[in-house]
């Protein structure tokens, strides 16, 4: 499946299938979308009910890596652990990896080659503070033997991979939240949200990156 490197609104870059037309974030913004949604609303927000000194972060899916290399910030900059747990199934070449031009724009010192570069089906320990463990799995055939604080919903939209959307995968994410687990997704979708409220979410849409209107937050309670 062909893959085209595109640059976005806010100076930074992410990846294009134009056969599915569809790309990896949005276009307003890629780093501005993985801050605003995965890491404000996510990370930081589910911070302050974390009280083991570890957070484990589940993605799904590792993409252009950017929330990984974002967290893996995050993480240094609070001196907080961070277990990292991320599944992809079509992983980008390295040479795709390069062309996005993350460290660069981040100033992160080879961190995002680091990620990509790391060997996959085992940890993966790129600092003091973050742990990165990645899966060539499809989600709905993994098996978790792990409790997660923090869910990033990166899939693409239910329109295009509504497997991936359905009460089966969310029970099955909700089970392996700890309590006051948070995830955090793009879609707003009423469908989502009320699938989301069936397995046990307390579901809440709130305020968007640029260009998107709402993004749903759901905790376990």
Do not use: C
Not at 69 to 79: G, V
């Amino acid at each position: 499946m062909k893959k085209e490197i595109l640059r976005t609104q806010d100076g930074s870059y992410t990846i294009a299938i134009p056969e599915m037309r569809v790309t990896y974030h949005s276009t307003h913004g890629a780093l501005q979308e993985s801050m605003h949604i995965y890491i404000v609303s996510g990370l930081l927000f589910a911070l302050p009910n974390i009280n083991s000194e570890t957070i484990n972060v589940f993605e799904m899916g590792f993409g252009t890596g950017l929330n990984a290399l974002l967290s893996l910030q995050e993480a240094i900059r609070l001196k907080r652990k961070i277990n990292y747990f991320t599944v992809e199934l079509f992983p980008l070449s390295i040479e795709e990896a390069k062309a996005l031009q993350q460290d660069e724009q981040l100033g992160t010192s080879n961190l995002s080659l680091q990620l990509h570069q790391a060997p996959w089906e085992q940890e993966v320990v790129l600092n003091e503070y973050f742990t990165l463990y990645k899966t060539k799995q499809s989600l709905l055939d993994l098996s978790l033997n792990t409790q997660f604080d923090v869910v990033y919903f990166d899939a693409f939209a239910p329109n295009d991979q509504p497997e991936l959307w359905t009460e089966a995968v969310f029970a099955n994410l909700f089970h392996h939240l700890n309590t006051n687990g948070v995830l955090v997704t793009y879609s707003s979708k009423g469908t989502v949200r009320r699938t989301m409220q069936a397995v046990g979410f307390m579901v809440q849409k709130i305020p968007g990156p640029i260009g998107k209107a709402e993004i749903v937050r759901a905790v376990k309670q």
